[in-house]
C-alpha cells in the first residue's frame, strides 16, 4: 500500500511538473490589429497605406477637419460666434485664448503627429519606382502643408522677421527628442524643400483628395506669397494656371460646384482637399455642423460687413443666407452643405486662388497684370470688375481674396503676413473688436503640454506668453 | 438485566458515603491525552481551594468532603469540569479554545490558521454584505476593512467601483486589486465598450458569497506575483454543510434619493436666469436693443419656467429576492441558490437588474478522493445614461438648459429646439434605447486527491465567463441620431477566462513530538483569458421609433471584429515552519511568465517572507491577566503589478486612420522593448491583542511598500508625433498606519453593543521620475515627494471688491494678484485627490430580538474637482447655459465681498478657467448603514415551522455631512477626486424579511 501512494505521489510531482513546461508560444501573443514598424512598412503597397494615414491624420478636427477654416476666420473678421451657441472656439472670438487652450494644443499635436506619419514615408528604405516616388511626393507635400500651417499660427510672419523663432523642424523620427524653435527662415526652407522635392517626384494625378504635382507647386506659391517673395510666387502661380490642366469654376458651375461632396477627378477648381466620406467623417465635429442652421450647431455667422461687401449679382452671395439667430439678424454660411451621408470635403488649395496670387504678386511689379488676373476671379464670379489703381488697387485685390476664399481659413494668414491690425464688425464682442497687429494674442502660445515636456522649448515660449 | 441496575444503586450509594470525608485528588492535565497542560488551574467548584498543574501537567489537591466537582482552566483552553465522586485520580483532556487564533482564514491557494497567519489579511464575513442595497460586491467593502478604500464616481446601479488597497501605487497601471473567485483570478472592472459604465462584478450576487479575505502585505500578496501589487481580494462562495436540507428566503424593497444635494448648486429658474443674463450683457458692453433682443430670445417673458432638475430626478425604486437551499449527506453536499435585484439609479434612464443561479456540489468520492463543482451564473440588464459633457447626458441637461424651454410643447409633444443645440434628455429617455446586458459564469471544477494523510494533490480548471450585449438606438428626430436621420450600435464583447491550477500540500512534523512541523505547497498554473469584440453601427432609419435594432438602418457604417487576449504561465510554491505555534516562519516564491510582458522581460520571479510570534502562547505570560491574545507579525516581499495593456511593448503601426474608405495606418504606439511589470516591496509589522476577556479585539498595523519600476506614461514633446511614452521609470511609495478595534462595552444574558472601529492613514509620495522632471496630466501633477493625483492648478485670489473681477495669483509664490489668469508657471500643489485617513465607526445594538447597528464611513484630507464648473459657475462663460444658485452670488457694487466674480455674458476674464476656485474640500462623513431589525422569538418560530425569521428596516447613506459648504457634488467622485456630472449617488431605505425554514 505504502509503495503505491508513493508511486502517485511521484506520478503526481512528475504530471505537475510537466505541465510546468508549456509551450513556449502560449506566452507570445501577437496584437491582433496592429504591426511593428518592420511589417507596417515593408512593401510599396503598405507605403501607400501608410499614405492615407497621413491623409486621414490632417482630417482631425484639429486641422482640416473643423479647427483651420475655423481658426482662419472667426482670428479674422469673417466668421463670429452667434451669442446663442454651444461654446467652441469661444476664446477665439473674445481674443483670450490662453495657453491651455485645447484648440491651439490640437493644432499643435496634430499638426506633428501628421508630420511623423509623412516622415517615416519619406524616410523608407523600399526601393524606388514611380509608385513610390509618387507616395513619397504626397508625403513630401503633406509634410510642407502641416509645417506651413504650424508656421503661420504660431510664428512672427517672414514678412516681419525671418530669422524669428519658427517651429520646431522635425524630419527624423525620435520619440526622445526635445527639440527647439527653428528660425521662421528655416522652417519656410525646409516647406520649400519639401515642395520643390514633392512636385519632382510627383507624376500622377488620382483625383483632388491626394497631392499631385502641380497641388504642391499651388500650395508652394501661396508659401511663397505668404513670404513676400512676389517674383516665385508670380512665376509658380502662372506656371500652374498654364499647365497644370486645371480650370477654374465659373458662374454658371459654382453653386453646383460647393453643392458637390465626392472629391473631382475632372480638374476643376478643386487642386486639393480633404475628402470625408460618408464613413470617415467627424459626426458631431463636421465643418459644416457648426455653420449650417439645419444641424444642432450653427454657432458660427458670418459677419454682416463681410456680406455686405457682396454685389447683388455676385454669384458668392448666394452661399450665405440671412435670417435670426438668438434673437439677433444674423448671416447664415452655407458654403458646407453636408454633414450627413456623404459630407463636405474642405477645399485646401483651390485653383482661383492662384489669379489671386498673381495678382497680387504681379501688384508691385505690373498693376496691369494685377489687374488681369484678379479680374479672372471677378468676371468668373458674376461681380463687377475691379479697375481701380495703386493702393486701392491692392486693396480691391485683398477684398477679392477675402471674398472668394472666406470661410476657408485664409483671412487671418493673409492679416499676419499683410501685418495688418484686425478691424472687427459690431457683431463681435465689445471686448474684442479691434486686434492690433502688435497684439501678442496674434500669435498662439506654445501650448503648455509642449512647454511641460519640453525643456528646450521651455523658454522659447512667444512674447507676451507667461 | 436487573442485577446490573442494582449493581449501580450500591454504587452511587457508596459513593455519597465516600464524599462525606476529606481526601486527596490527583491527575494529569493534557491536551491531547499525552501534551501536558502546565500551569492550568485546578479548583473546587464553589470554592477558593485550587492549585495549578506542574510543568509535567500534573496535581495534587485536597478536596473537602462536600466538594463534588473540580474545575480545570487555561490559558487558550476551554474550561472543563468533572465530577468527583468516589475517584482519586482524574486525568483531564482540555480542548483548545476555539479563539479567534484557532479560527481558518481563506488565504491564496489553501486556508490557514490565525495563529499560524504571518501576513495581513483581513476577513469579512457573509453576514456584512448580505441583502445590501449594492449592485457589486465592490460596493459593499466601503468601510468593510481598514485600508481598503472604496470609492464610487457614479450612482449608476451596476457602475464600477474604484478600490485602492493601502494607496494606489501606479500612475499608469492599473491600482486596482486582482479579484480571485473560488480561486479562480477573474476579470473585474468596467468592460463597457459603447455604454457608460459597466461593472463585471454586477453579475455576481453578493448573498452568495461565504467570505471574503483581502490580502494585504507581502506573506498573504506575493503568491499571487506579478498580480498582487494592489492587493488581492479573495472571495469564497457559500457551500452546503450537509444535513437536512435548509432553506433561506431574504426579500427586501425599498427607495432611493439623492444622497447629498447642495441647495447653492440647484439650477436657476426662469427669472433668476434672464434677470442674471440681462445684468450679464450690460456688463459685457452691449447696447439696450442687444440686451432686451438677446433676453427675449433666451425666453425672458415667454412665460416658460420648467425645472429641468425636477423632471430628470427621482425617486428610485429597489428590491431584490433571494432565495437559497443546502444540504446533502456525509458524502455529497450542496448548496444551490438564486437571486433577483432590482434598482433604479437617482434619475432617470438609470437602473439595473439581475438575475442569477449557484450551484455548489461537493462529493466525497473515496476516502482519498473528494470533488467539487461550483457554478455561478448571473444575468444583468442595465440602462445607464450618457455622462459628462455628453448634450444626452440628463445630469448636463439639468445644468445646462434653460428654464425658459419646456420639455414639452403646449400640445404635449416633445420640444426639440433648446438652447444651445442641447438635446431633450427626457425626449431621448423616452426615444433612445440605451441597453447592456451581461451574462457571466464563474465557475470551476476541482479534484483533491489524498496521497498519503499528509500529503494532498488538488487539481482545479475554473471559467471565467463574461459577455457583454451593448445595444443603442438614436431616433433620427432629435439628439445624437438625427445628423445621421437615426442611427444604432450593436456591440458584442466577450471574455473567456480559463485556469488552471494543480498543487501539492504537504504537512509534516519535524521533531516527533511535533513541537516544530512545516507545511509546504507547489504548484502550477497556466491561465488563459480571450477577449472578443464585434462592433457594429448603422444609420438612416425608418421613422418608426419602434424600429431601433440596427438592422433596420440602411446605411451600415460601422462592422468591426477583434480579439485581446493574454496569458500567464506560473510556478509557485509557499511554506511554513511552526514551532509550536508560537514562532511561525512563512515564505513563498512565485515566476510569472506573461504574454504582456516584453520578449526581453518575459519572466518574473516573486517572493515573500514573513513571521510571527503568539507572545500569548508563551510561558511567561501565564501569569499576567491583561491579555488574553497577544501576536506579533511580519513580513516583507517583492510582487508586482503586471496591469498594463496585452500589447503596450511592441512599437506599432495600427490601421483605421483610412482614406476614401481604403485602409490607412499610422504610428500608434512608441513601444519599449523592456516593457515588463511593476514591482511592488511591501513591508508590514502588525500587532493583534485581546485584552478584557476578549471584550477589546486590537488590531494594528503599519506597513510601508515601496512601488518600483512604474509603468509611466512619460510625456513626450508633441513634435515627435506622440504625445506620451509607456516606460518603466519612477517609484512611488505608500506608507500608512491600520488599526481595527473591537469592542464589547456590555454585554449581558439579554443585552450586547458592539463597537467596530477601523482607521487607516495612507501616506503616497512619488519618490522619483524621469530627470526628476515634473509631469503634469491634466489638473494633476506627479511630481517627487507629492502625493500622486496632487491639484496643480492656478491659484484663485478672490473676487476685487472694487471692480468684481476674478483675480489670481500672479507666481506660484502667493504674493501679488492680478486679474489676468495667469500662465502655466502660476500653478501650485493644491491638495490631494486621495484622503489622508478614511474609515469606519460601527455601533451595534442586541436587545433580545431586537437589533440596531449604524456604521458611520468617513474619509479626510482630500479636495474634490468640479469638472463642470466653468459652465453653471463661470460668471457668464456660456451665458446660454443656465448657472446655479452660487451664481446669484455674482459681485455687483464696488465694496462688495463676495466669491464669485462678476457676471459678465459671455464670461469674465477667463474665470472660467481652472483654477482652486474648482477645488473644494471632500472631507465627510457618512451615515452608511443603519439598521433595525427584530428576531422572531423562538416559540413564535416554532409554531411558524421555522428556524429564524428577521425583519428589518435598512438606511444607507442616510446623512451626509460634508466639510465644505461649497461642495457641489457628492464627495465621493472617483480616485481622482473630479465630478463628471454622473449619476447622482443614492440614499436608499429599504425593509426586508429574512426567513430560514
Known amino acids: 500500500m505504502k509503495r503505491f501512494t508513493i508511486k502517485n505521489m511521484i506520478v503526481a510531482t512528475a504530471l505537475l511538473l510537466s505541465l510546468a513546461s508549456c509551450e513556449k508560444s502560449f506566452l507570445e501573443l501577437n496584437p491582433p490589429t496592429s504591426l511593428t514598424p518592420e511589417y507596417a512598412l515593408a512593401t510599396e503597397a503598405d507605403l501607400q497605406v501608410a499614405l492615407r494615414g497621413a491623409y486621414a491624420g490632417l482630417k482631425s478636427t484639429s486641422l482640416y477637419g473643423r479647427s483651420l477654416p475655423v481658426l482662419g476666420d472667426i482670428m479674422a473678421d469673417n466668421t463670429y460666434q452667434s451669442v446663442s451657441n454651444t461654446n467652441r472656439y469661444t476664446s477665439f472670438n473674445l481674443y483670450n485664448y490662453t495657453v491651455t487652450d485645447g484648440d491651439v494644443a490640437g493644432l499643435w499635436s496634430a499638426s506633428y503627429s501628421v508630420i511623423l506619419r509623412a516622415n517615416n514615408i519619406i524616410n523608407s528604405k523600399i526601393p524606388d519606382n514611380a509608385n513610390v516616388l509618387q507616395y513619397k511626393g504626397e508625403a513630401y507635400a503633406i509634410r510642407a502643408l502641416a509645417y506651413f500651417n504650424l508656421v503661420r499660427y504660431f510664428a512672427t510672419p517672414y514678412t516681419q522677421d525671418p530669422t524669428a523663432l519658427g517651429v520646431p523642424v522635425v524630419t527624423v523620427y525620435n520619440p526622445d527628442s526635445k527639440p527647439g524653435r527653428a528660425k521662421v527662415s528655416e522652417v519656410y526652407d525646409q516647406i520649400n524643400r519639401d515642395l520643390t522635392q514633392a512636385a519632382s517626384l510627383m507624376t500622377k494625378f488620382t483625383n483632388s483628395s491626394q497631392f499631385s504635382k502641380y497641388a504642391a507647386r499651388a500650395l508652394q506659391a501661396k508659401v511663397y506669397l505668404t513670404m513676400g517673395d512676389m517674383t516665385n510666387a508670380k512665376t509658380l502661380a502662372l506656371d500652374v494656371i498654364a499647365n497644370s490642366g486645371f480650370t477654374p469654376v465659373t458662374a454658371a458651375t459654382h453653386a453646383g460646384y460647393w453643392a458637390g461632396v465626392a472629391p473631382r477627378t475632372d480638374k476643376v477648381e478643386t487642386m486639393f482637399e480633404l475628402s470625408f466620406d460618408a464613413v470617415a467623417n467627424n459626426a458631431f465635429d463636421a465643418l459644416a455642423y457648426i455653420y449650417l442652421q439645419s444641424g444642432n450647431y450653427g454657432d458660427m455667422l458670418c459677419s454682416t460687413e463681410l456680406y455686405g461687401k457682396f454685389d447683388a449679382a455676385d454669384v458668392r452671395k448666394s452661399l450665405y443666407a440671412t435670417g435670426t ?133 521651455k523658454t522659447q515660449q512667444n512674447p507676451g506668453w507667461n | ?110 486556508t490557514t490558521k490565525k495563529a499560524a497567519n504571518t501576513g495581513s489579511i483581513a476577513i469579512v464575513k457573509a453576514a456584512d454584505i448580505e441583502n445590501l442595497p449594492f449592485s457589486s460586491v465592490d460596493k459593499a467593502l466601503q468601510g468593510k476593512v481598514a485600508g481598503l478604500q472604496s470609492v464610487a464616481s457614479s450612482g449608476q446601479p451596476g457602475a464600477s467601483q474604484s478600490i485602492l488597497i493601502r494607496g494606489a501605487s501606479s500612475i499608469n497601471a492599473s491600482s486596482q486589486p486582482l479579484w480571485v473567485i473560488d480561486g479562480v483570478p477573474v476579470n473585474a472592472g468596467d468592460a463597457s465598450r459603447l455604454q457608460t459604465t459597466g461593472n463585471l462584478l454586477s453579475t455576481l450576487n453578493p448573498n452568495d458569497i461565504e467570505s471574503i479575505s483581502v490580502l494585504k502585505d507581502a506573506a498573504s500578496q506575493s503568491i499571487y506575483g506579478s498580480r498582487a501589487a494592489n492587493g488581492v481580494i479573495v472571495i469564497t ?437 523592456n516593457l515588463t511589470w511593476e514591482l511592488n516591496k511591501p513591508f508590514n509589522i502588525g500587532l493583534d491583542f485581546s485584552v478584557l476577556k476578549n471584550r477589546v479585539n486590537v488590531t494594528v498595523d503599519w506597513y510601508i511598500r515601496k512601488s518600483e519600476n512604474l509603468l509611466l506614461s512619460v510625456p513626450l514633446s508633441t513634435t515627435t508625433g506622440f504625445g506620451s511614452a509607456t516606460r518603466n521609470i519612477g517609484s512611488m511609495q505608500n506608507k500608512g498606519l491600520e488599526l481595527s478595534i473591537n469592542i464589547v462595552p456590555v454585554q449581558t444574558k439579554d443585552f450586547r453593543w458592539d463597537v467596530d472601529f477601523n482607521f487607516a492613514n495612507n501616506k503616497n509620495k512619488v519618490t522619483s521620475l524621469p530627470n526628476d522632471a515634473d509631469i503634469v496630466s491634466g489638473s494633476y501633477i506627479y511630481r517627487e515627494g507629492v502625493s500622486i493625483n496632487t491639484f496643480f492648478l492656478r491659484e484663485w485670489a478672490g473676487v476685487h471688491p472694487g471692480t468684481g473681477d476674478p483675480l489670481w495669483y500672479d507666481t506660484d509664490k502667493h504674493g501679488a494678484s492680478s486679474n489676468v489668469y495667469p500662465g502655466a508657471n502660476a500653478r501650485i500643489l493644491a491638495g490631494q485627490a486621495l484622503p489622508k485617513y478614511f474609515g469606519s465607526l460601527t455601533n451595534a445594538l442586541n436587545y433580545k430580538g431586537f437589533s440596531l447597528s449604524a456604521q458611520l464611513y468617513y474619509s479626510f484630507g482630500n479636495q474634490v474637482q468640479d469638472g463642470w464648473r466653468s459652465y453653471y459657475l463661470g460668471s457668464g462663460f456660456g451665458p446660454t447655459f443656465n448657472k446655479v444658485k452660487r451664481q446669484l452670488n455674482a459681485w455687483t457694487t464696488p465694496g462688495q465681498i463676495t466669491d464669485v466674480p462678476k457676471y459678465v455674458y459671455g464670461g469674465n476674464k477667463n474665470f472660467q478657467g481652472s483654477s482652486t476656485y474648482n477645488l473644494n474640500d471632500g472631507s465627510f462623513i457618512r451615515v452608511r448603514d443603519i439598521q433595525l431589525g427584530y428576531n422572531v422569538p423562538k416559540a413564535t418560530l416554532e409554531k411558524l415551522k421555522l428556524g429564524s425569521a428577521n425583519i428589518y428596516v435598512r438606511g444607507t447613506n442616510l446623512f451626509t455631512w460634508v466639510k465644505d459648504e461649497n461642495l457641489p457634488f457628492d464627495p465621493e467622485q472617483g480616485t481622482g477626486s473630479s465630478s463628471n456630472l454622473n449619476v447622482f449617488i443614492p440614499k436608499t431605505v429599504t425593509v426586508g424579511l429574512s426567513l430560514t425554514f
Open chain 1, 325 to 457: 439667430r438668438g434673437g439677433l439678424a444674423s448671416v447664415f454660411v452655407n458654403k458646407f452643405t453636408s454633414f450627413s451621408g456623404d459630407h463636405t470635403d474642405t477645399k485646401v488649395v483651390r485653383f482661383s486662388e492662384m489669379y489671386l496670387i498673381a495678382a497680387e504678386a504681379s501688384y508691385p511689379s505690373n498693376a496691369a497684370d494685377a489687374l488681369k488676373y484678379v479680374n479672372e476671379v471677378t468676371s468668373r464670379r458674376g461681380a463687377p470688375a475691379i479697375a481701380t489703381s495703386g493702393a486701392a488697387l491692392l486693396e480691391d485685390i485683398i477684398l477679392e481674396r477675402r471674398k472668394e476664399l472666406a470661410f476657408e481659413g485664409e483671412r487671418y494668414p493673409d492679416m499676419q503676413r499683410l501685418k495688418r491690425g484686425i478691424v472687427r464688425s459690431t457683431d463681435y464682442p465689445s471686448s474684442a473688436r479691434t486686434i492690433d497687429y502688435t497684439n501678442f494674442r496674434r500669435l498662439m502660445p506654445i501650448p503648455q503640454g509642449e512647454l511641460d515636456a519640453n525643456a528646450t522649448i
Open chain 2, 1 to 110: 438485566m436487573r442485577k446490573f441496575v442494582a449493581i449501580l444503586l450500591c454504587a452511587v450509594l457508596a459513593v455519597t458515603q465516600v464524599s462525606a470525608q476529606n481526601r486527596t485528588v490527583r491527575g494529569k492535565v493534557t491536551e491531547d491525552g499525552k501534551k501536558p497542560v502546565a500551569n492550568a488551574s485546578v479548583l473546587v467548584k464553589g470554592s477558593t481551594l485550587g492549585t495549578k498543574t506542574d510543568d509535567n501537567g500534573n496535581y495534587t489537591i485536597a478536596v473537602p468532603a462536600n466538594a463534588k466537582v473540580l474545575s480545570f482552566s487555561a490559558l487558550n483552553f476551554e474550561t472543563q469540569e468533572a465530577s468527583i465522586g468516589s475517584k482519586t485520580e482524574i486525568n483531564v483532556v482540555l480542548t483548545a479554545k476555539v479563539s479567534e487564533l484557532q479560527e481558518v482564514i481563506v488565504t491564496g491557494y489553501g
Open chain 2, 237 to 673: 462562495t457559500k457551500k452546503g454543510k450537509g444535513g437536512k436540507t435548509k432553506f433561506r428566503f431574504d426579500t427586501e424593497i425599498g427607495n432611493s434619493d439623492v444622497a447629498y444635494q447642495n441647495p447653492r448648486y440647484l439650477p436657476l429658474d426662469a427669472n433668476e436666469y434672464i434677470n442674471i443674463t440681462r445684468t450679464g450683457l450690460i456688463n459685457a458692453g452691449y447696447g439696450a436693443a442687444t440686451v432686451n433682443a438677446q433676453a427675449i430670445a433666451l425666453g425672458e417673458g415667454n412665460g416658460i419656467n420648467f425645472n429641468w432638475y425636477d423632471n430628470i430626478m427621482r425617486t428610485g425604486s429597489q428590491r431584490q429576492l433571494n432565495l437559497s437551499a443546502e444540504g446533502g449527506n456525509d458524502k455529497t453536499t450542496f448548496f444551490l441558490s438564486g437571486g433577483h435585484f432590482f434598482q433604479e439609479g437617482t434619475s432617470i434612464n438609470s437602473q439595473l437588474a439581475r438575475n442569477n443561479l449557484n450551484v455548489r456540489i461537493n462529493n466525497k468520492a473515496t476516502d482519498r478522493l473528494s470533488l467539487g463543482f461550483n457554478m455561478n451564473v448571473g444575468n444583468v440588464s442595465q440602462r445607464a445614461p450618457l455622462s459628462g459633457g455628453a448634450f444626452g447626458n440628463p445630469l448636463l441637461s439639468t445644468y445646462f438648459l434653460l428654464p425658459t424651454y419646456s420639455a414639452f410643447k403646449a400640445d404635449g409633444s416633445y420640444n426639440y429646439v433648446l438652447n444651445g443645440g442641447l438635446h431633450n434628455t427626457l425626449a431621448l429617455s423616452d426615444q433612445d434605447k440605451r441597453f447592456l446586458r451581461q451574462t457571466s459564469a464563474r465557475g470551476s471544477l476541482s479534484a483533491d486527491y489524498k496521497i498519503f494523510d499528509n500529503l494532498k494533490f488538488r487539481s482545479v480548471y475554473g471559467v471565467d465567463y463574461n459577455n457583454l450585449e451593448e445595444d443603442q438606438y438614436n431616433n433620427p428626430n432629435h439628439g445624437d441620431g438625427l445628423a445621421s436621420n437615426g442611427r444604432a450600435f450593436a456591440y458584442y464583447t466577450r471574455y473567456f477566462n480559463y485556469v488552471w491550477t494543480n498543487t501539492l500540500d504537504f504537512t509534516q512534523n519535524i521533531t516527533r513530538n511535533g513541537d516544530l512541523s512545516t507545511s509546504t505547497q507547489i504548484g502550477y498554473e497556466a491561465q488563459k483569458s480571450a477577449g472578443y469584440f464585434s462592433s457594429l453601427q448603422s444609420q438612416q432609419f425608418p421613422p418608426s421609433l419602434t424600429l431601433v435594432w440596427p438592422a433596420s438602418g440602411a446605411s451600415p457604417t460601422t462592422a468591426s471584429a477583434t480579439i485581446s487576449e493574454y496569458t500567464f504561465e506560473s510556478q509557485f510554491a509557499s511554506t511554513n515552519l511552526n514551532y509550536q505555534n508560537r514562532f511561525v516562519l512563512s515564505g513563498s516564491f512565485r515566476r510569472d511568465g506573461s504574454s504582456r510582458f516584453s520578449k526581453n522581460n518575459r519572466y518574473g520571479n516573486f517572493w515573500s517572507i514573513g513571521g510571527t510570534w503568539n507572545i500569548d502562547r508563551e510561558k511567561f505570560m501565564n501569569n499576567q491577566k491583561i491579555f488574553d491574545q497577544l501576536k506579533l507579525r511580519s513580513s516583507y516581499g517583492v510582487n508586482g503589478n503586471a496591469g498594463i495593456g496585452n500589447y503596450e511593448s511592441p512599437a506599432l503601426y495600427g490601421f483605421g486612420f483610412n482614406y476614401n474608405q481604403l485602409p490607412g495606418s499610422a504610428p500608434t504606439n512608441v513601444g519599449d522593448p
